[in-house]
């Protein structure tokens, strides 16, 4: 009992310091952006990356959790084929998802630039940032399996990880002259290298090609029934967390979102504490 308050106690510890670094190097970025990009520049990411947020909540569909709930169960029995079938389950079922949201983004580029965000270059932000919604799969199902192997200073370093790169990105592309893309840009990419960084710890930590695929129907059955009633929980605060600038994009200016979006987090920063 003590080994498991210990454990407990540990991980905790380690993921409320992984978090706050997370947030101050996430409220840096806002700031190196609000420095560097105009106001509207600043408003059309932010209502352009929150529109992408919102429907890629949509594909989780509590799967996630249902993910690290399992693997846990599955561990403890020592069932390492249905670990691997569990993530591979999940996997297949987001990334189909990614690419349907994909397709939906890349067609109605042009129609969302002209009539919802009301700026050309919103169009090719949606088409750059489906990069970012493809191999955020990958970044969510490495930060799952850490952390239902309980390896928790991997999965609570995946967000501060994130933070520090995107972060170094935007200085760079800012230095190389991109401005207004630069943040764009920064999230592209950010997925790919974090796979980079943590595919080895994954693949020492579990190595996949010793197990095999196994009753994939009945285990993706279980997954959906403990995802779908999680999923349905949450969507009320996602809502609330992002229908803000979603409004505010349609019936306001830019101009406004980026105003919006540059004082919010600085009044959220009390809540978190």
Not at 12 to 39: D, E, K
Not at 89 to 117: K, P, R
Not at 228 to 243: C, D, E, N, Q, R
Not at 244 to 257: A, H, M, P, Q, R
Request: proline letters at 2%; hydrophobic letters at 60%; a positive charge.
């Amino acid at each position: 009992m003590v080994n498991y308050t210990k454990r407990a106690v540990r991980g905790a510890g380690i993921t409320l310091i992984m978090s706050i670094l997370a947030a101050v190097v996430a409220y840096v970025t806002r700031l190196v952006l609000a420095r560097n990009l105009s106001v509207e520049e600043y408003g059309l990411f932010y209502s352009v990356f929150t529109f992408i947020i919102l429907f890629l909540f949509f594909r989780d569909l509590g799967l996630g959790q249902a993910l690290v709930k399992y693997m846990a169960e599955f561990k403890v029995n020592n069932q390492f084929n249905e670990i691997k079938t569990a993530i591979v389950s999940v996997f297949s079922i987001q990334l189909f998802s990614s690419i349907i949201f994909v397709l939906i983004f890349i067609f109605s580029s042009s129609f969302l630039a002209q009539y919802y965000f009301k700026n050309p270059q919103a169009s090719l932000i949606l088409r750059i940032l489906v990069f970012y919604v493809i191999f955020s799969v990958f970044f969510i199902i490495v930060k799952q399996i850490f952390q239902g192997f309980q390896e928790m200073f991997f999965f609570s370093s995946m967000e501060l990880m994130k933070n520090l790169i995107v972060l170094v990105l935007i200085l760079i592309f800012f230095y190389f002259g991109q401005k207004s893309f630069a943040p764009v840009y920064a999230y592209a990419l950010v997925c790919p290298l974090l796979f980079l960084i943590y595919a080895p710890f994954l693949f020492r930590k579990f190595n996949f090609f010793s197990y095999k695929v196994v009753h994939l129907k009945k285990i993706s059955k279980k997954l959906f029934l403990f995802g779908i009633p999680v999923f349905a929980t949450s969507i009320g605060g996602k809502l609330i967390g992002y229908i803000d600038t979603i409004i505010l994009t349609y019936f306001g200016t830019l101009s406004e979102v980026g105003v919006y979006n540059a004082i919010l987090p600085s009044a959220l920063l009390f809540l978190f504490f």
